[in-house]
């Protein structure tokens, strides 16, 4: 078993019309053994830009605070909100730092550009990224949400049949999966603001 899927998590990101969401599901475990299903991988660093830290849990803490600190010394340095592409640069960067002795996790980031298209990459654990227009993805159901999404998305969805997309791709794709799931949390970003729902799951 790979350090990554040691916890078991599961987070995709989703580009729609001027819309772009992201979820996670909530289970903390080490390996087969349940311990929590309040553990979202899926963190906030402003109103335009959120984070998704699948991996080892414990980096996944780790990562999320170092992120905090980096970003608010950015804002202090330059006085305006960080963009979802700077924040994508500066992961890769902290990641690629530690390539040596490397943080288990790969960061998925989603956000909106300040003309308000979606913005999502993702990264490997040295900060390798790829930028994509349409779905970026990770975890140990990977392959199972890369067929669903593969199958469900389409172009230019709007915020409602985003949501609905994204839904039904994590929770069928975490089905299969034994690792992850027990719960859902998804993040909608629009221009007017940002919209959570939690999902009820499988929890067998």
Same mark, same amino acid.
């Given at each position: 078993?790979?350090?990554?899927?040691?916890?078991?998590?599961?987070?995709?990101?989703?580009? +729609?019309?001027?819309?772009?969401?992201?979820?996670?599901?909530? #289970?903390?475990?080490?390996?087969?053994?349940?311990?929590?299903?309040?553990?979202?991988?899926?963190?906030?660093?402003?109103?335009?830009?959120?984070? +998704?830290?699948?991996?080892?849990?414990?980096?996944?803490?780790?990562?999320?605070?170092?992120?905090?600190? /980096?970003?608010?010394?950015?804002?202090? /340095?330059?006085? #305006?909100?960080?963009?979802?592409?700077?924040?994508?640069?500066?992961?890769?960067?902290?990641?690629?730092?530690?390539?040596?002795?490397?943080?288990?996790?790969?960061?998925?980031?989603?956000?909106?550009?300040?003309?308000?298209?979606?913005?999502?990459?993702?990264?490997?654990?040295?900060?390798?990224?790829?930028?994509?227009?349409?779905?970026?993805?990770?975890?140990?159901?990977?392959?199972?949400?890369?067929?669903?999404?593969?199958?469900?998305? #389409?172009?230019?969805?709007?915020?409602?049949?985003?949501?609905?997309?994204?839904?039904?791709?994590?929770?069928?794709?975490?089905?299969?999966?034994?690792?992850?799931?027990? +719960?859902?949390?998804?993040?909608?970003?629009?221009?007017?603001?940002?919209?959570?729902?939690?999902?009820?799951?499988?929890?067998?």
């Amino acid at each position: 078993m790979s350090i990554l899927e040691y916890n078991g998590s599961a987070v995709i990101a989703m580009a +729609g019309k001027d819309c772009v969401a992201i979820a996670t599901d909530t #289970r903390y475990g080490v390996s087969a053994q349940t311990i929590a299903m309040d553990f979202p991988k899926v963190f906030k660093i402003n109103e335009r830009v959120y984070v +998704g830290l699948p991996g080892l849990l414990t980096d996944t803490q780790t990562l999320y605070e170092n992120f905090k600190f /980096r970003v608010n010394l950015y804002e202090l /340095r330059e006085e #305006r909100e960080i963009t979802p592409r700077i924040f994508s640069n500066m992961c890769a960067s902290m990641l690629y730092e530690k390539r040596f002795g490397p943080y288990f996790v790969e960061p998925i980031i989603a956000g909106l550009n300040p003309d308000n298209t979606p913005f999502i990459s993702g990264m490997d654990l040295i900060g390798a990224p790829v930028f994509a227009e349409d779905f970026c993805l990770a975890g140990t159901c990977a392959e199972a949400m890369f067929g669903m999404a593969e199958c469900l998305w #389409r172009p230019n969805m709007n915020p409602q049949e985003l949501f609905e997309c994204i839904s039904q791709t994590l929770l069928n794709a975490f089905d299969r999966d034994a690792t992850s799931g027990w +719960g859902a949390i998804v993040h909608v970003l629009t221009a007017e603001g940002v919209t959570t729902k939690t999902l009820k799951a499988r929890q067998d």
